[in-house]
């Protein structure tokens, strides 16, 4: 598969590199944010070989690939945009408090599933060999076969991992979403879990809690396994107080006293209040819902395996992950998930009516769709199913929805719950509680036979066939359309001084715009402004120059003085580091002009556009402009 072509193709039918603010990828969806969702061509999407469906959601553009083929189809575009990062950093203010909340508890669970799937099927792996399933009951494998004991104590040890250092992988995933180092998000949740602290797992156990005499203040010294709530807001409060410390901190003492005053202060506010407060408020948020759950039983069981599946169209269904490891890391309490055993059924409900679907249709092209989708969704990914087969028809989507209901129903009456995350379909029984394996199975059946069936009814009662070759002759037709637009960018003094056209540069290279156009500042003070919006891509260490890409693409270079990286860093101090998100007038840097005087270099500073491709750049000079004065307005024209 040339995945080269399929991303220069994919990249063009959403309106080229300069329309693309950011793309990233989960399990099967490529995530985009534009800067012009009306510039996207579906028509020409549909017909690129490994697109399965897309959508779009209050803030992204998301492209349904598949998995196993996403990671890399992204790879290849962030390759062709020159983007390294694998999570989205541009972010449109667009969506209310709580999608952009479900939206941030994605970004910060999504990167962390692997290692929680992968112990949970350990765990679901031990089970199978620990439970009595011979001789009526009351063999094992292991009692039957000794030998490999050894084998399932590894397994065992091995599949408590994540689970136990959970407040590590949130801490290191939460701080860097956050903004911070996540490597000392890593270190606060293995603060967290210190085996100097009481085991969370033993309070109520009738072991003494230890604590500290902090100033007379009474502190438990109780650790954070298995918790949630309290790693994320630790981690949010290390990373605001990180970002503060680095802007305020000298840049000679900044690498020494930041991390220190970062783990001390956080570790302070963890153990003394934040952590007591949340670690409580989890503990209700996990018994309210199991007391939803078992209060409504049945009835609450059918709805939410009804709503499964839209709540997974709109993406809302990433928010579950946070509830779903709260309560998995609780099980001793709520005996596992219900959430998982519910996905299950919905998941394998799409990919029967696909299947049904792949039956009862003479399209060759709709076959082919079928028979790769229908058999993922029984596996757990249901995205191309959905979006490539049952919403386009409807009916099977209805079906599906209605099968997932009944076998969620089924699974409620039977309390059957989940003890580990993993694949949530077919293969999903490895991850169910030993008890809950039989009723599992018979869940599976109730939706597969429930949703075969209905899609069935409904194609035959609604005329699906020829609605299925309406579809697929629609999208072979072609969009020659043309795009065009322009985007408008002003760009402020990024210091108070005189403005003057590149041209008057003293430094050749600058003046002659081998480096692009832009102004030179004759500046009056030694403070240096972000001239917009933007990203700082770099900052050389000598801290006399940097990098600023605005949300529309541009790229800023800011270099003050000429000649002054022959003064190795001297006289400049910097507010901010690679990676950070800026706003417009924010301080970035301070510098000594006089320290660049005596030295015998000259302090202008040139503020130029790397790249003039496409870009009408405006000038204004001024006898006297600062932070707020806008000095260069630049239009992109962009044609497709």
């Known amino acids: 598969m040339d995945y080269k072509f399929i991303a220069s193709k994919i990249i063009e039918s959403v309106g080229g ?5 950011s793309v990233a990828h989960c399990a099967t969806r490529l995530r ?84 929680i799937t992968a112990c949970g099927l350990l765990m679901g792996l031990g089970n199978i060999l620990a439970a009595n399933f ?69 309070v109520g156990t009738g072991v003494k809690i230890p604590f500290w005499n902090l100033f007379g203040l009474h502190i438990d010294a109780v650790g954070y396994q298995g918790t949630v709530l309290p790693v994320l807001a630790i981690s949010w409060i290390l990373a605001k107080l990180e970002m503060k410390l680095h802007k305020v901190t000298p840049s000679w003492l900044d690498n020494l006293t930041t991390p220190l005053l970062s783990i001390l202060i956080t570790g302070f506010l963890t153990f003394i209040g934040v952590g007591p407060v949340l670690r409580g408020a989890g503990n209700i948020l996990t018994t309210g819902i199991m007391w939803i759950y078992n209060t409504l039983g049945v009835l609450g069981g059918g709805i939410f395996g009804l709503l499964y599946a839209p709540i997974t169209l709109t993406g809302m269904h990433h928010s579950f992950i ?22 299950s059924m919905n998941n394998v409900a799409q990919g029967a009516a696909v299947l049904a679907v792949l039956f009862m ?12 989708s229908g058999i993922t969704a029984l596996l757990g990914i249901t995205e191309p199913a ?32 989940a003890q580990s995350l993993g694949a949530a ?53 072609k969009n020659d359309l043309a795009f065009s637009s322009s985007v408008t960018t002003s760009l402020t003094s990024c210091m108070d001084g005189k403005v003057l056209p590149i041209e008057k540069s003293k430094d050749k290279v600058f003046a002659s715009k081998a480096l692009g156009s832009g102004i030179v500042v004759e500046p009056i003070d030694g403070n240096v402004y972000a001239p917009c919006d933007g990203t700082i891509e770099f900052i050389y260490p000598t ?76 000038v204004y000079p001024n006898e006297y402009a600062n932070k707020y004065n806008e000095v260069i307005k630049v239009k992109k024209n962009n044609r497709y």
């Open 134 to 202: 011979f001789q009526n009951g009351t063999q094992s494998i292991i009692s039957l076969y000794p030998q490999i004991s050894g084998l399932a104590s590894m397994i065992n040890t091995f599949s408590g991992a994540a689970f136990s250092f959970l407040p590590v992988l949130i801490g290191f995933s939460a701080t860097k979403k956050f903004g911070g180092n996540s490597f000392l998000g890593a270190t606060m949740g293995m603060i967290m879990v210190s085996t100097d602290l009481l085991n969370a797992y033993s």
């Open 361 to 372: 249709t003479k399209d060759e092209k709709m076959k082919s769709t079928c028979s790769a």
């Open 322 to 343: 946070a509830v779903e490891t709260q309560l998995l890391a609780a099980k001793e309490i709520t005996g596992g998930s219900f959430i998982f055993a519910t996905a």
């Open 32 to 115: 985009f944010v534009l800067n012009d969702y009306n510039k996207r061509n579906e028509t020409e999407l549909e017909n690129i070989e490994t697109v399965k469906g897309m959508f779009m959601t209050a803030d992204q553009f998301q492209i349904i690939i598949g998995s196993g083929t996403v990671n890399l189809v992204c790879q290849e575009i962030q390759k062709q945009l020159n983007l390294t990062t694998e999570i989205s950093v541009e972010e449109k203010n667009e969506g209310n408090i709580f999608q952009k909340s479900v939206k941030i508890l994605s970004d910060i669970f999504v990167p962390i599933i692997p290692a």
């Open 425 to 477: 379909g077919l293969i999903g029984i490895i991850s169910m509680r030993p008890e809950s394996y039989f009723n599992f199975i018979i869940g599976i059946i109730i939706s597969v036979v429930v949703a075969f069936i209905l899609t069935i009814i409904f194609w035959k009662k609604f005329g699906l066939d020829e609605e299925s070759k309406k579809t697929i002759n629609e999208n072979e037709v």
């Open 543 to 618: 801290r006399h120059a940097l990098g600023i890409t605005t949300p529309d693409g541009l790229e800023i270079l800011i270099h003050i003085g000429i000649d002054t990286v022959k003064l190795e860093g001297n006289g400049f101090e910097s507010y901010i580091q690679e990676g950070d998100i800026v706003k417009a007038h924010d301080k970035l840097l301070n510098v000594n002009l006089d320290i660049i005087k005596n030295s015998g270099y000259s302090t202008q500073t040139m503020m130029v556009l790397a790249q003039n491709e496409n870009l009408n750049i405006e």
């Open 386 to 417: 959905m979006f490539g087969v049952t919403l386009k028809l409807k009916y099977p989507f209805y079906a599906a929805i209605i099968a997932s209901a009944c076998g969620s129903a089924y699974l409620a009456l039977r309390k059957t719950l």
């Open 17 to 21: 590199k300069e329309n693309v603010l």
